[in-house]
């Protein structure tokens, strides 16, 4: 017969062992599934990450001071930093904001640019966790002992967030700004295929089946583009529509601020070094992405951007960080002092898409070859707001044939709002069965008769469906 303390001893092994199986997730699974890549446009801002390194601190203080100071309340900010002291010294640079602001003290060596460690992949499914997933390796990390320190920092702050944020190690060599992605689709930097083929996939096809596994969206490999990450020269803003640079937007008001400087004949330019670069080589490349995208389905908007003739250095009213609140949508957008006329043109393209514009400093990082989204990257979004969007609330059919005007689409709740590409004008009527508060709480008519153009049907999130299988009814009207 067992003595009692034999019997303790045996079933504290066994609760160990299974804690030990669970953290290395069982006999023969896999690694734990994660969800798509995590919009750039759609959600509130939730949890953002920064890299705070105090000798970079002339690079970065203007750009956090600005943006931190814009952020709304309920927004957390974890602040990567080497050490205390750093986290201390950045406090002191940022005075007081309204944000949440936390450190993870990372204990070696960081550089400042946090957008490149890692892409955040959403939860699998409702309460999971946030998954960091960081690239096969750092550029440069054998004799940059900063840059070997980024390549550790998904997991330092997987460590810190447990168990709400995890890390994952791709088999992929990349950069976190080699992708854009919306709600839809990720589209990739030409580089990313050539930093892999021969390496981590024997063919183009291998790589871009990889990718669509790893980030769950549909996958665009850009043919040509700038030899930079995506968001210096593009940013999908939503409704299937993406923002692309457009150098000779920006041409002649560059001459004619060169010529007032008496700075014609020299060919400079705040700076940018070799001065702009208005080639039709440079011009090809901003075409060719403003062309693709159209024939992938998006509605293409211009927007002024000045190249510098090194190719790395931009001044660039793409890199930006956006902000969904309901139907209210924000730009964190950059601005540049000496470059006031090119400021004001690209504000005016902002609001022409209906952004509330929050300006942000870069004068003091974009001679470092980025900007305020190279310097910011986004843990998580919030789908959840006062003001749910009929639009937007409920994931329609892309493409495909145009249904009858009397015929509907019954879709089930979404677990998280999901953008509606490509629906401008709808109907939209409430079954009383399974939403029977929404009638009554619509912005139109009793029966809500229709949702035309931008006006749209608003629902308080009191009376938000808790069940996924509640319906909700569109009739198509015909686009807007």
């Known amino acids: 017969m067992f003595r009692w303390q034999t019997i303790v001893g045996v079933i504290i092994g066994l609760v160990a062992g299974g804690g030990i199986l669970a953290l290395t997730n069982g006999p023969g699974r896999g690694p734990v599934p994660s969800g798509p890549i995590l919009s750039e446009c759609d959600g509130h801002l939730r949890e953002l990450v920064l890299h705070y390194e105090p000798s970079a601190k002339g690079i970065t203080a203007p750009v956090y001071r600005d943006f931190l100071g814009a952020l709304d309340g309920d927004v957390g900010v974890h602040i990567v930093c080497p050490d205390r002291a750093a986290f201390d010294d950045f406090l002191a640079m940022a005075g007081q904001v309204k944000c949440r602001v936390s450190p993870i003290l990372a204990g070696h060596p960081i550089t400042t640019w946090s957008r490149d460690r890692w892409v955040a992949l959403m939860p699998a499914a409702p309460g999971g966790a946030t998954t960091l997933w960081s690239p096969r390796g750092e550029a440069g990390d054998e004799i940059w002992p900063a840059r070997a320190g980024d390549e550790r920092v998904g997991q330092d702050i997987a460590a810190a967030l447990a168990p709400t944020v995890m890390a994952r190690r791709s088999g992929l060599f990349f950069d976190g700004g080699d992708f854009l992605a919306d709600g839809d689709t990720v589209f990739v930097v030409p580089r990313v295929l050539q930093r892999n083929i021969q390496h981590t996939a024997a063919s183009r096809e291998e790589f871009l089946g990889n990718l669509s596994r790893e980030l769950k969206r549909r996958v665009i490999l850009l043919d040509e583009a700038p030899d930079h990450h995506a968001g210096m020269f593009m940013a999908s803003v939503g409704n299937r529509t993406m923002l692309v640079g ?37 011009q090809h490349l901003f075409d060719a992405v403003a062309r693709q995208c159209e024939a992938v389905g998006y509605r293409v908007v211009r927007i002024p951007v000045v190249p510098a003739r ?5 001044l660039t009213y793409v890199n930006v960080l956006m902000d969904q609140q309901g139907s209210r949508r924000v730009v964190y957008l950059p601005f540049y002092r000496g470059a006031e006329p090119l400021n004001a043109d690209a504000r005016r393209v902002w609001e022409s898409l209906g952004y509330e514009i929050r300006p942000v400093d870069c004068t003091s990082s974009y001679r470092h070859f980025g900007c305020l989204h190279c310097l910011v990257n986004v843990l998580q979004r919030s789908l959840h707001s006062p003001t749910l969007d009929a639009r937007t609330a409920f994931r329609l059919p892309i493409g495909g044939a145009r249904p009858a005007t009397t015929q509907g689409w019954s879709l089930p709740v979404a677990p998280g709002l999901r953008e509606a590409f490509g629906v401008r004008a709808a109907c939209c009527r409430f079954g009383r069965r399974s939403y029977p508060k929404a009638a009554a709480s619509c912005a139109h008519s009793k029966r809500c008769r229709a949702i035309r ?16 299988t509640a319906r909700l009814r569109f009739r198509w009207l015909g686009a807007a």
């Open 246 to 282: 457009d150098p000779s937007l920006s041409r002649e008001m560059v001459s004619a601020e060169m010529a007032r400087a008496n700075q014609a004949g020299t060919n400079e330019f705040m700076g940018l070094p070799g001065g702009p670069d208005f080639t039709p080589q440079t």
């Open 453 to 468: 153009s931008l006006v749209v049907c608003r629902i308080p999130a009191a009376n938000r469906v808790r069940q996924r």
């Open 310 to 314: 090194d190719g790395r250095t931009y």
